[in-house]
Structure formats: structure tokens, C-alpha cells
């Protein structure tokens, strides 16, 4: 069975603090990961879409990492800020037989940044 | 990027009752769309795909004749919740895709759906 585990599952950081989120994955093939954000009440916003032969892909303060060997990718933030508390995703596009695109959601990490 | 919308954004309903929740591309044409549903703490769940013109294809488990969905248009999808039940109290969230394959699925805001 596919599934995207994330890590930790949630997580206290002060403002301007880095932080590093973890997403392990069993999905194999794949075509692509996605991190997303999604504030609490409101859907998912894309903020790294890598393929499987991409390495890293920034996004302004957000730093994604991939590695394929191991089935690992991390999410980095830079120098967080209030507004960065949320709920990030990562998010594994299977490659089916027969086509189609089932996305396989992590269950998230629960980001909370505090003065 | 690509604007998808959804109304309402929150519902209240008594139980019985048929909801009916709206997904709309806003800039882009939407072959594809997927309606998910999402508890509190919980990852989004996949609940029907449907493509433009045709049939929605229902994951299993989910009732194809209690949330029924329409996909008439390739701007526009509905879902709607029939005799709603307190248990269908969620937070449903569709997206939208503009083609086939692998393109970026597109997140709505989702709708806040609680049914007394």
C-alpha cells in the first residue's frame, strides 16, 4: 500500500527560528512531490512541486529537498514568521497502471510559530 | 497560480435536509476535478473524481447515491449531500485539474459543512 508519513507530527517554533519538516514515502513509482501549506479552515496552497530526479526546490523561505533512494524529502523554513503556522503536506503523485492521478496525502505537520 | 472557488464556505443544515456545495475553476478550464473530505487532524480523503460530461468515479466506500456529483461544465462541479446526517459533518474540499495525467491539481478553500 502507498503511504506518504510525515514527521513530526506537530511542532513549536519561535519567530525567526528555522525548522525542518520530514515526509517518508513508500510510493513508488511517482511522477512528482508536492508540499503544500494549508492555513486551518482553508485548502492546501502548492508551495514545491519536485520530479523524481529533482534534488531541491526553493520557494522564497521554503527549501524542499528530494531523495529518491531513500524515499525522503523535507520541507525547510527559513526564518519563520506568525503567518508560516499551518499545517504542511506533502503530497505523492503515483504513477498507475493505466494512467490517472491518484494523489496520496501525508497526514501532516502541524506547524505553530510563537513570539 | 490557478483560482479555484467553493460556495458556500460554511453551512449549517438540519439533518434530513440536501446540501449542495459548488466548485468553480475561476481561470482555467477544469477537465478533471476531485472532491475530497477532511476531518479535524486528519489528511484529505479522496472521495469522487469526475470528469466534464461523464460519470464521477466514487472511491470505495463512499455512497455514490448520498453525494451525488455533477460535473456539467468544464468550469463548474457540484456536490450534494443527500438527507445529510449529523456524521457528515466535514470539511470538504475539492480541486480541479486543468488537463489529463500528471498537472497540478488545483485546492478550493473548501466548505465547512455541519449538519444538527
Known amino acids: 500500500k502507498n503511504q506518504v508519513e510525515q514527521s513530526p507530527q506537530s511542532l513549536i517554533i519561535l519567530e525567526g527560528k528555522n525548522c525542518t519538516l520530514q515526509c517518508n514515502y513508500t510510493v513508488s513509482p511517482f511522477s512528482n512531490l508536492r508540499w503544500y501549506k494549508q492555513d486551518t479552515g482553508r485548502g492546501p496552497v502548492s508551495l514545491t512541486i519536485?520530479?523524481?530526479?529533482?534534488n531541491t526546490k526553493s520557494n522564497g523561505r521554503y527549501t524542499a529537498t528530494l531523495d529518491a533512494d531513500t524515499k525522503q524529502s523535507s520541507l525547510h523554513i527559513t526564518a519563520s514568521q506568525l503567518s508560516d503556522s499551518a499545517s504542511y503536506i506533502c503530497?505523492?503523485?503515483?504513477?498507475?497502471?493505466?494512467?490517472?492521478?491518484?494523489?496520496?496525502f501525508g497526514t501532516g505537520t502541524q506547524l505553530k510559530v510563537e513570539l | 497560480g490557478a483560482v479555484v472557488s467553493q460556495h458556500p464556505s460554511r453551512v449549517i443544515c438540519k439533518s434530513g435536509t440536501s446540501v449542495k456545495i459548488e466548485c468553480r475553476s475561476l481561470d482555467f478550464q477544469a477537465t478533471t476535478m476531485f472532491w475530497y473530505r477532511q476531518f479535524p487532524k486528519q489528511s484529505l480523503m479522496l472521495m469522487a473524481t469526475s470528469n466534464e460530461g461523464s460519470k464521477a468515479t466514487y472511491e470505495q466506500g463512499v455512497e455514490k447515491d448520498k453525494f451525488l456529483i455533477n460535473h456539467a461544465s468544464l468550469t463548474l462541479s457540484t456536490l450534494t449531500v443527500t438527507s445529510a446526517h449529523p456524521e457528515d459533518s466535514s470539511f470538504y474540499i475539492c480541486s480541479a485539474r486543468s488537463g489529463g495525467g500528471q498537472e497540478t491539481q488545483y485546492f478550493g478553500p473548501g466548505t465547512r459543512l455541519l449538519v444538527l
Open positions: 503530497v505523492v503523485s503515483p504513477i498507475l497502471t493505466g494512467g490517472g492521478n491518484k494523489l496520496t
Open positions: 519536485m520530479t523524481f530526479s529533482e
